[in-house]
């Protein structure tokens, strides 16, 4: 069992960063890959980033390939979310999540966080 809670989220302009902590409770963190999704108003969620457990392998799509890093630590059981380059359509409530495999498909994940509102204002 994985307990996963999300900060960092806030209001930004366009141009601006933000990052994204995602703590995560339970010995068996270091166990499972991370990834980050999002989901806009009317949206889908969708697939932002994901790690492996060990951290050297890492995927993105190419919406946010070269503006967002994914990282962790597994001392700390957290897992972050760097964004530079934020843009008005990054805007959405963003989720980390823990799943048994390294996968870009959100019903591979097993564990969920509350989410937190990033909105990036133009």
């Known amino acids: 069992q994985v307990q996963l809670v999300e900060s960092g989220g806030g209001l930004v302009q366009a141009g601006g960063s933000l990052r994204l902590s995602c703590a995560a409770s339970g010995r068996t963190f270091r166990l499972y890959a991370m990834g980050w999704f999002r989901q806009a108003p009317g949206k889908e969620r969708e697939f932002v980033a994901t790690?492996?457990?060990?951290?050297?392998?890492?995927y993105y799509p190419d919406s946010v390939k070269g503006r967002f890093t994914i990282s962790r630590d597994n001392a700390k059981n957290t897992v972050y979310l760097q964004m530079n380059s934020l843009k008005p359509e990054d805007t959405a409530v963003y989720y980390c999540?823990?799943?048994?495999?390294?996968?870009?498909?959100?019903?591979?994940?097993?564990?969920w966080g509350q989410g937190t509102q990033v909105t990036v204002s133009s």
């Open positions: 999540a823990a799943a048994r495999l390294w996968s870009r498909n959100l019903q591979d994940y097993s564990y």
């Open positions: 790690i492996t457990w060990s951290g050297s392998n890492t």
